[in-house]
């Protein structure tokens, strides 16, 4: 059963984030904290990255005072995935524990996903123009 809180709040909301060089090597990315204010109390510890070819990812929360980051599994999720600084991913949360996830790539222009990714493994291709 959905919280009153969720009642609230016009489900799904959408958030982006550019990769940095300093998110890639603390292995971790934070949420917006205008997310977590909306959010951050229904947020689960385990959510899951759903890519568009249907692979998902399952990542720990980290939740440390007002800040919360994919902590857990993302340095494999980013690795797998080549993102690298400028990438850019958009975030679609639907008030359960999956974000579906698109990664564009320094260009603008989408990735081209595995269609044959499995869940935890996987490598996107990733075409600079």
């Known amino acids: 059963m ?51 070819n249907g692979a998902e990812w399952e990542i720990n929360v980290a939740k440390r005072g007002d800040q919360v980051w994919f902590e857990k599994g993302w340095k494999e999720f980013a690795e797998s995935h080549s993102l690298g600084h400028g990438h850019f991913l958009v975030f679609s949360y639907g008030g359960t524990s999956c974000f579906e996830v698109l990664i564009l790539a320094k260009c603008g222009l989408e990735i081209d996903y595995l269609l044959n990714e499995k869940e935890g493994n996987g490598v996107a291709k990733d075409q600079e123009f």
């Open 2 to 52: 959905a919280s009153k809180h969720q009642h609230m709040i016009k489900l799904p909301v959408h958030f982006f984030k550019v990769i940095l060089t300093r998110t890639l090597l603390e292995g971790k990315l934070m949420i917006p904290s205008t997310f977590v204010r909306e959010y951050g109390e229904v947020l689960p510890n385990t959510v899951f990255l759903k890519l568009p």
